[in-house]
């Protein structure tokens, strides 16, 4: 980057793709050349390079920068159409006549300029026409740089670009890109019981919290009357199949898993269907979109149109085309800008992977079941450790400022299941569900940031594999998974179980109501004055303000570093891909306790501001030695620049405790957590110190906390940056941590002058 900056008229193509990516073994990045004679000139000056290692007089800079590199050669249709994508290709089109159709994306160079955006736009629709083809649809988005044709493309033009023809589409020079059409996840459901319950209506028509799924049962009796349905393109009329899951995401935000007492909320959910359930197979997008331009339409018609006060959008969808390579996807860069610009938190699933692990450590499936619980449950880990390039997010799950919901092993029923097979994978550990899809994010920022309950989700062998195949079981059942509403079935509407990140997600959205709600009930004039964005930071800092490891670090770590050998980033590197921040049981989140106080505040932070929170300790801190905790989480929505480097313009930070602040509240930093490089790469900050030492506040005190916003990065932004900010202060046990904390809560933030 320092060495491009040395030389005038060189710009990149992406800066963000710079970002380290651990599973990149040959990485590239791309400048634009604004003349062929100029990328002659730079291949001339390259093989020079190469035979004498010197440069032309005068040309100094270019050595700086040809001594980073391995290579040099034009874009051409090798970047355009991924190896995975020319596969997926090749099997879409097995055996199809050359004039049959198949729908894909293409996503075009984005250029600043409208006209020569046009243009790029006209040459690419017209070889599309040329070779049979037609358009579908067109999207551009300046906003966050996007710019894509969706087309029917005849079978003879694919096998071209999936062979990487020089005169296909994939040589054209304005393509970024060309992805299969995109293919939301499907969920699975089992079990179908009658209806055994009724839950209450609620009571405020106006929601905070919407759904965009597939078209559920709308007179479902949990679901009737609940629902703020917008369905402007009447996907209702094409949902002629089993509307499995729009049905099952409507049912858990409005009322959670069903195994659980009711736990209502107070406001009907607003739903946007975005999919629809065909007669056979599993519910689409709408073929004719595409989708980036689905959501933003989405969000943009909510506002104007029933869901102008929503702060929460579930969106329990993942693109299994687009799985994360290390560039951020079209998807997530939509998300990031309607986040800050509607000040919206949206919850997005990691995704699911129902591949099979290998697990090298057994020879056959005999072995793995006549081993100690322990000795499998390793084998389990090292064998999803083994296959981690293969399970990462799903788009749009790389969102920056979203949230992203990983499935934890867990759920509500009750039932007990006898059986040997399907067995529990890591028994006795808190651990995520087997397809969870693991992290880490952008620039290896935290992701997903938190584990909700997911269903218990079992595991089967391969019968004939040697060494074995751990496969993750995929139907939900009484025994395991989340009960839900179901779509009409032996005569009659029922309940059946469902598991996986999307369930996990919703579980987020509906904990996320119950939050809001709880706050409106305790501070209903400052809830009522709060901006929206500031709303929506202060439930994305909650959510994850309960999160933890539960002690999980400790059997990951002796799986992945078992001599301990690793430093201390690297191996909460790979805690944090599996864990994130960690589980998160919503009535933590939400339960009041005499033995912890929770603190919140939410604002605006200008450039370069700083503001200093000061938490007050509680005197039983300093006369006793029992073990204490004080955790700190920022949660914050940033501007973004895309195709830059400094993708995220604006970052904030929680700086550490000074030592006399550690030693007021007789706490200490721990490992159990994500490190500070590593939490402060994303939009959210969670930190914790703990021990069980005597405070020297035995009168009471405070430590202060400070929310700091850094230098952008990039050109200055003088907007505001909404921010939320929770603070929680606990004893377990000591019942009068509360009582002492409540008579000094009247804080006020106290500005401090940037050093």
Known sequence: MNAISRIPGLEFAGEEELAPDEFDKNPEFYLLVPQLDALRQIVSLWEGWQRAGTVPRNYGPWAQLFAQLRMIRPWGPADRVSEQNREYFRHAIDGAADDELLRIEIELVFRASGDTAQAAEAAIANQIT??????????????????????????????????LDPGSLAGADPVAAIVPQSVGTPIEAEDQTPVDQARPHPPVEDPIAAVFDGVPVQAHPLLAGRLAIDDPTNLEARAVGQRLHGTAMASIALHGDLNDPPTPISRRVYFRPVMYAPAIGDELFDGDRLVVDVIVEAVIRMRANGGGNVIIVNVSLGDITKPFTGKISTWARALDYLAFRYGILFLVSAGNVNAGISMRDFANAAEFEAARSADRSRGALRGVD?????????????????????????????????????????????????????????????????????GRQRGRLDPVAAPPILLSHPNPSRFWGLKVAAPPGNGGMGLHYTMGTSAATALATHSAHRIFDALERAYPALIAQMPLAERAALLKALLVHAASWRGSDKFIRSVIDPDAEMHHEHWRREVCRHLGYGFVDPEDAIACASDRATMWATGSIGPEGSIVFDVPIPAVFGNSSSPREVRATLAWFAPTRPGHLAYRAVKLRVPSLHTDDLETAGISTTTGQPTNTQSESGTIVHRRWRNARIGTAAGGGTIPVQVQREIDQGARIDEGVPFGLAVTVEMPGAIQVYDQILPSIRVRPRPQVRA
């Open 130 to 163: 040329h070779s049979g083809g037609a358009i579908i649809d067109r999207s551009r988005h300046p906003e966050f740089g996007y710019h894509a044709i969706l087309a029917d493309v005849p079978a003879a033009e694919i096998r071209r670009l999936a062979e």
């Open 386 to 454: 083994a296959a981690k390039a293969d399970r990462r997010l799903l788009a749009p799950a790389d969102s920056l400022n979203s949230l992203t919901i990983g499935a934890w092993h867990r759920d509500s029923s009750s039932e007990v299941f006898g059986g040997v097979t399907p067995f529990v994978p890591y028994d006795g550990e808190e651990m995520p569900n087997l397809s969870s899809r693991l992290g880490p994010g952008l620039r290896r920022s935290t992701k997903p940031e938190a584990l909700f309950a997911g």
